[in-house]
């Protein structure tokens, strides 16, 4: 009877009630994600291998090898090199698709549900999928590309043509996720705005960029942020359709971190958690940055 007291008067107080709703969701981050970042961290300054069968402190050793190792730079590049022609294409496309399906008719419904279906599919299923359909000998595109008249291509072999191929399904699976984020933004903007713009004698075109770009800074903002930080985390797409090459044209930051701990030898478990602390710096800088910015634009546009 005292400890249902006791329960109810802790609920009656609305702080003490938070704390208590949000404890689960704060243990599971505790566990899950605080314990590790500060393992890593831990083990970056260490000479281990993955069987954990010594541990010598080295200090800031692996990232002085960063430095000068050529393969850390060439992933780094590579990392970078897909961000930044993905996000743009995706959000491109998103804005596009989004403004399309954005009002409520029952194909336009149908045409949301249809595009955002990839995204709900597994990474790793959509990788096979695209390995098959890009295959040089049996793939569905290569074939019909030979029947036009093109050259036999090996897609995912080309060290030329396997980053832009991987790009190309990378948007082809996520724009759906982002457009669905857009057409809620899309649908809160009032309709007498266009209404106005509309007796102003502005065009489509006119109000979508006077209009949509500027009320939807929020979300679209949200969108670019979410897109990069999983651009930079690029890995089950590429392990799947390339394990990074041709001759490492598809080596990102996270298969080198995958292949200098766990792939090949000696296993080099506090070299790849050095590479990890490194890639979690460069997303919070970018993701920092581009926070800032567009906190900056809402700002603008309000006044």
């Given amino acids: 009877m005292k400890s249902n007291v006791k329960t109810a008067s802790l609920l009656n107080k609305p702080e003490r009630a938070a704390y208590l709703f949000i404890a689960p969701a704060m243990l599971i981050l505790f566990i899950f994600m605080l314990i590790p970042l500060i393992s890593t961290i831990a083990i970056s300054t260490l000479r281990m291998d993955v069987f954990m069968q010594s541990a010598d402190f080295i200090g800031l050793a692996h990232f002085q090898r960063m430095l000068g190792d050529s393969k850390f730079w060439g992933a780094l590049f590579n990392t970078a090199y897909f961000t930044v022609l993905e996000v743009p294409f995706q959000i491109a496309l998103s804005l596009v698709a989004a403004v399309f399906v954005s009002r409520n008719t029952r194909l336009r419904k149908f045409f949301r549900s249809a595009l955002f279906l990839p995204f709900v599919c597994s990474l790793t299923a959509i990788g096979i999928m695209w390995s098959f359909l890009l295959d040089p000998q049996i793939g569905l595109y290569t074939h019909y590309l030979t029947q036009l008249g093109f050259p036999r291509l090996g897609f995912l072999r080309d060290p030329n043509l396997a980053m832009p191929a991987v790009i190309f399904m990378t948007v082809w699976r996520n724009f759906g996720y982002t457009m669905v984020i857009l057409v809620a933004a899309i649908q809160t903007i009032p309709g007498s705005y266009y209404e106005a713009a509309e007796l102003d004698g502005a065009g489509k075109f006119r109000q979508f960029f006077n209009i949509t770009i500027p009320s939807i800074i929020p979300a679209l903002g949200f969108s670019v942020v979410t897109a990069t930080i999983m651009a930079l985390q690029v890995f089950d797409q590429i392990f799947v359709t390339t394990q990074g090459g041709p001759m490492g044209k ?28 490194m890639t979690l710096i460069v997303i919070m800088i970018v993701t920092l940055a581009m926070n800032r910015y567009f906190q900056s634009k809402e700002t603008t546009d309000m006044h």
């Fill in 250 to 277: 598809t080596e990102t930051l996270v298969t080198y971190i995958y292949k200098s701990g766990f792939q090949t030898a000696p296993y080099d478990l506090g070299y790849a958690s050095a590479i990890s602390v």
